[in-house]
T-cell receptor
Framework: EDKVVQSPLSLVVHEGDTVTLNCSYE??????LLWYKQEKKAPTFLFML????IEKKSGRLSSILDKKELSSILNITATQTGDSAIYLC?????????FGKGTRLHILP | GAVVSQHPSRVICKSGTSVKIECRSL??????MFWYRQFPKKSLMLMAT?????????EQGVEKDKFLINHASLTLSTLTVTSAHPEDSSFYIC???????????FGSGTRLTVV
């Protein structure tokens, strides 16, 4: 059965800290792994990863895929209160998109 | 736990016909479900929010007469694309809030192709 598991479920840190969010998956016909940030309405797209070992970076956020370990991490450095959100990991496999339950990140000022 | 089942996963239909997509919460009651459309650049656009027993709330720019949403029970929400056109071809995803103000669980999506 295809599944995506994110950890931790919830994380509270202080502003300025660095956080690492984890995503592991078991997907048939894996095509890509996606990271989203959900605050209010629709999740905001962050990264799409298809190749193992190549880091994608956008400002303070970065992500990397490990196809051997069937996992990905999302790093956020120098966190800010605006980073507080639910971070979703999803994988595309065949016609399906499988989302994890998300990591709820709360940044304390 | 907190599983949303979405069907069909893939559908091809002729232009002018209607297509119904179902989302069921299997092990919890979903008072609120969300319908999204995914664009080629992977962004998700919220189309509408459906609440059990009441009319759906549509986002600006989404035609409510074209995308009919019904949330008749606490475990089932449906999206019907009426008089489908090729430009409606897309990936549609539903999600439900499984813990108030906390978690969302997503369906596995429906790839709609209108020919």
């Amino acid at each position: 059965e295809d599944k995506v598991v994110q950890s931790p479920l919830s994380l509270v840190v202080h502003e300025g800290d660095t956080v690492t969010l984890n995503c592991s998956y078991e997907v048939t016909n894996f095509r890509s792994l996606l990271w989203y940030k959900q605050e209010k309405k629709a999740p905001t797209f962050l990264f799409m990863l298809t190749s193992s070992g190549i880091e994608k970076k956008s400002g303070r956020l970065s992500s990397i895929l490990d196809k051997k370990e069937l996992s990905s991490i999302l790093n956020i450095t120098a966190t800010q209160t605006g980073d507080s959100a639910i971070y979703l990991c999803a994988t595309r496999g065949g016609d399906k998109i499988i989302f994890g339950k998300g990591t709820r990140l709360h940044i304390l000022p | 736990g907190a599983v949303v089942s979405q069907h069909p996963s893939r559908v091809i239909c002729k232009s002018g016909t209607s297509v119904k997509i179902e989302c069921r919460s299997l092990d919890f009651q979903a008072t609120t479900m969300f319908w999204y459309r995914q664009f080629p650049k992977k962004s998700l656009m919220l189309m509408a929010t459906s609440n059990e027993g009441s009319k759906a709330t549509y986002e600006q720019g989404v035609e409510k007469d074209k995308f009919l949403i019904n949330h008749a029970s606490l475990t089932l929400s449906t999206l019907t694309v009426t008089s489908a056109h090729p430009e409606d071809s897309s990936f549609y995803i539903c999600s439900a809030r499984w813990v108030e103000d906390y978690g969302y669980t997503f369906g596995s999506g429906t790839r709609l192709t209108v020919v």
